[in-house]
């Protein structure tokens, strides 16, 4: 305990690095491997925001193929109305979205990560909803196997409006973007 208590207060010369000074009495010292402490400049930040996502773009009727091997197609898109099934939803006109996934890499690809969203020219965003019976994108997908997902998007109104459906089947991978007009 007073040797523990003794090399407690040592203090190292000035302007050494404490890291490779010797501890006294002990006979060590620190490798030339070890971590820097040395502060970041003043000012100087890391990185704020995402860097940005490619984006490949088609209409809503064209199979969009990605770089990862992936291919992303909406099967279909229509205007519908979905009625409230739980507290918290909300009943009125929405946009049924159902988009399909096929892996043509080879390797298997994780799509529990995928976002779906809707945007219209104005500024207007589909806001997802569950209720209607959406069953997202969910699990893994084997090489030259597909997936499927409905989307349900509340859109007032829903029919024949300009759209933009952005699919993102994982985090940090190309977005599939399709453009068009709902029926």
Known sequence: MAALLGTAGCVAAPG???QTSATPGTGDTASSSSPSTTPAPAGSVGPTEQPP???????????IELSTGFVVELDSVTATAVEAETPGDVSG???????????????????????????????DLGIPTLAGGADHLAGDVAPRASAEGRYLFMLDPAEGRDLTI???YAAGEPVAQFTGRTP
Not at 53 to 63: A, K, S
Not at 99 to 119: G, H, I, M, P, R
């Open 16 to 18: 050494a690095d404490p």
């Open 53 to 63: 996502l490619p984006i490949v773009e088609g209409p809503l009727d064209e199979r």
């Open 93 to 123: 006109p929405a946009v049924e979205v159902v988009v399909t996934v096929t892996n043509d890499s080879t390797e298997t690809q994780s799509v529990d990560s995928a976002v779906v969203t809707l945007e219209t020219p104005d500024g």
């Open 166 to 168: 952005s699919v993102n």
